[in-house]
């Protein structure tokens, strides 16, 4: 077996691993488990770091945009705060759907996000924001600021997604979406599960713990 040297790393964790980004709650790091082209739900295993199917989608909608979480966020006490009905967080990182002109066909990638909105959606009572991002530098969304930037449709394809993504024959939904907010909200949402992780997971805030890019 080669001795170990200084090239021999583990991967980061991408939940606890990764910053959240230098410039957040305003352009944060977004790690990507869903794609435009997936048929199958999956999620980030929070044991391993590594993607896990979660399920196949029963309908035929597909995501419209890339979806994923900001690294060292926690949607807990904060977050729930800021959504009117909610019992609790989800206490999972906060979600981020990101807009890209380019379609991004590969999961498990790291890119800059910049923050415009966000879906308030409950999910079973619990507070599961989904936060919509724009790729930082794109050459046809990469301008906008906020979501009353971006055209309505695309957030409608948004919202039809995550008020079905759950659905299955016989059952009610437990998805509640109320009215799309804009960037001012989104990045007090942002701060908050910021603020909640570093409040759920003290032991890995030490400065300097974080890869940055």
Same mark, same amino acid.
């Given at each position: 077996?080669a001795?170990? @040297?200084?090239?021999?790393?583990?991967?980061?964790?991408?939940?606890?691993?990764?910053?959240?980004?230098?410039?957040?709650p305003?352009l944060?790091?977004?790690f #990507?488990? #869903?794609?435009?082209?997936?048929?199958?739900?999956?999620?980030?295993d929070?044991e391993?770091?590594?993607?896990?199917?979660d399920?196949?989608q029963? @309908?035929?909608?597909?995501?419209?945009?890339?979806?994923?979480?900001?690294?060292?966020?926690?949607?807990?006490?904060?977050?729930?705060?800021?959504?009117?009905?909610?019992?609790?967080?989800?206490? &999972?990182?906060?979600?981020?759907?990101v807009?890209?002109?380019?379609?991004i066909?590969?999961?498990?990638?790291?890119?800059?996000?910049?923050?415009?909105?966000?879906?308030?959606?409950?999910? &079973?009572?619990?507070? =599961?924001?989904? #936060?919509?991002? #724009?790729?930082?530098? =794109?050459h046809?969304?990469?301008?906008?600021r906020?979501?009353? &930037?971006?055209?309505?449709?695309?957030?409608?394809?948004?919202?039809h997604?995550?008020l @079905?993504?759950?659905?299955?024959?016989?059952?009610?939904?437990?998805v509640?979406?109320g009215?799309?907010y804009?960037?001012?909200?989104?990045?007090?949402?942002?701060?908050?599960?910021? &603020?909640?992780y570093s409040?759920?997971?003290?032991?890995?805030?030490?400065?300097?713990?974080?890869?940055?890019?």
């Open positions: 077996m001795p170990r @040297t200084a090239f021999h790393q583990f991967r980061p964790h991408p939940w606890h691993g990764l910053s959240v980004g230098k410039d957040a305003s944060v790091h977004a #990507i488990e #869903i794609t435009p082209f997936d048929l199958v739900k999956y999620e980030i929070k391993s770091g590594f993607l896990r199917v399920r196949p029963r @309908t035929s909608s597909l995501p419209p945009g890339l979806y994923g979480f900001i690294p060292r966020t926690y949607c807990g006490e904060r977050v729930k705060a800021l959504m009117p009905g909610a019992g609790r967080g989800d206490h &999972d990182p906060l979600d981020i759907c807009i890209s002109e380019r379609p066909g590969r999961a498990e990638t790291l890119l800059n996000a910049r923050v415009v909105g966000g879906l308030p959606m409950l999910d &079973d009572g619990e507070a =599961d924001d989904k #936060i919509i991002a #724009i790729l930082d530098c =794109d046809q969304w990469g301008h906008l906020d979501l009353s &930037d971006l055209p309505e449709i695309l957030v409608e394809r948004l919202n997604y995550f @079905t993504y759950k659905w299955a024959p016989g059952k009610t939904t437990p509640e979406i009215t799309p804009g960037r001012e909200h989104a990045e007090k949402v942002v701060r908050a599960s910021m &603020d909640d409040e759920a997971f003290p032991s890995t805030m030490h400065e300097g713990d974080a890869v940055q890019y």
